[in-house]
């Protein structure tokens, strides 16, 4: 059985979240929101989406934290995949946060992918939620230009992330929640910014790009122009 969540009623869920927000969030968006943390509250009993060590800090710690990304994500950025969106932190968040952005849910549990499909369902988003595993190839449904990728509680091995480099459009990002430690990068990516989240003292999220191209030089994967 999963830890029993708080009942948060929509004034304290409200102001917590604009507490804890870099943003600010509409009415709309605080609403979607607080429909996702009501089914979570009642999935979580017998889906284990969240443990029980931050159910006090719940809006803080899962809600803030996936909104820190929202300044991060440009207004020409389009595509947004989620690897491993679990219980929908940052993916689904982002989603409701930005309506713009089509956002893509890959979720490899098949009772974790109900879960964020009815959510979507109900709060009437566009997202997309894919049941499936995120392996060295990236599964049927996910777009060929990617703009964000963004990953909270999954371990991203090199073969994964070399896979989702190969998808990147040219001014692509990860953004990966993490701790003290980095994950190995593959050749192609490097961290560009790491920001401690606000509250954590451990926790940060990484920006991660292709590095700049050398002057003269072409990138991995380009060709030089013929003279």
Not at 183 to 201: D, F, I, N, Q, Y
Request: glycine content about 8%; proline content about 8%; overall charge positive.
């Amino acid at each position: 059985m999963g830890a029993e969540l708080p009942m948060l009623e929509p004034e304290e869920f409200d102001a917590r979240l604009r507490a804890c927000s870099p943003v600010p969030v509409s009415a709309q968006v605080r609403a979607n929101l607080h429909l996702h943390y009501l089914e979570l509250r009642r999935w979580n009993r017998s889906l284990s989406l969240v443990g029980p060590s931050g159910r006090e800090e719940i809006v803080e710690r899962h809600y803030g934290e996936s909104l820190a990304a929202v300044p991060l994500i440009g207004e020409e950025d389009k595509k947004v995949v989620d690897l491993g969106s679990g219980a929908g932190f940052p993916g689904l968040v982002l989603a409701m946060a930005r309506p713009d952005l089509e956002v893509f849910l890959l979720e490899a549990r098949e009772r974790k992918w109900a879960f964020l499909s009815t959510v979507c369902r109900k709060a009437a988003l566009s997202a997309t939620c894919l049941n499936a595993r995120v392996g060295a190839t990236l599964p049927e449904g996910v777009p060929e230009a990617i703009d964000v990728v963004t990953s909270r509680a999954l371990k991203l091995s090199p073969d994964v992330l070399a896979a989702v480099t190969k998808r990147l459009s040219p001014a692509g990002q990860l953004l990966l929640w993490t701790g003290r430690t980095n994950p190995k990068m593959p050749a192609g990516l490097a961290v560009v910014a790491s920001r401690r989240l606000s509250g954590a003292t451990a926790r940060r999220l990484l920006q991660v790009r292709r590095p700049p191209a050398t002057p003269g030089r072409p990138r991995s994967g380009e060709r030089a122009e013929r003279a």
